[in-house]
């Protein structure tokens, strides 16, 4: 079946940095448009990146220039650098992948921002 399961969350302080991963299986992973959504508590869920199948990405406006996402095809994992994060920024961030009309989703993992 498929899995996807991220990590890399965690309490980080304003300004600075976390690398969450993505580990994909049972998908065709280098097909798959890989996204991170991110959902904080009584907001609903948004998108904050999206990398297609060959390498290009788009971001949420609230993360461009602080955020990059990337991806390795020969370890079916994609990657979301995060960079001069904001209080803001704390939710609980998710990956997803896109097959169409297939869509699957981790089950998340928390990013806190707070000092």
């Known amino acids: 079946q498929v899995q996807l399961v991220e990590s890399g969350g965690g309490l980080v302080q304003p300004g600075g940095s976390l690398r969450l991963s993505c580990a994909a299986s049972?998908?065709?992973?280098?097909?798959?448009?890989m996204g991170w959504y991110r959902q904080a508590p009584g907001k609903p869920r948004e998108l904050v990146a999206a990398?297609?199948?060959?390498?290009?990405?788009g971001y949420a406006d609230s993360v461009k220039g602080r955020f990059t996402i990337s991806r390795d095809n020969a370890k079916n994992t994609v990657y979301l650098q995060m960079g001069s994060l904001k209080p803001e920024d704390t939710a609980v961030y998710y990956c997803?992948?896109?097959?169409?009309?297939?869509?699957?989703w981790g089950r998340g993992t928390q990013v806190t921002v707070s000092s």
């Open positions: 997803n992948g896109l097959i169409a009309p297939l869509n699957y």
């Open positions: 049972g998908i065709a992973f280098s097909i798959a448009t």
């Open positions: 990398i297609t199948s060959d390498g290009s990405a």
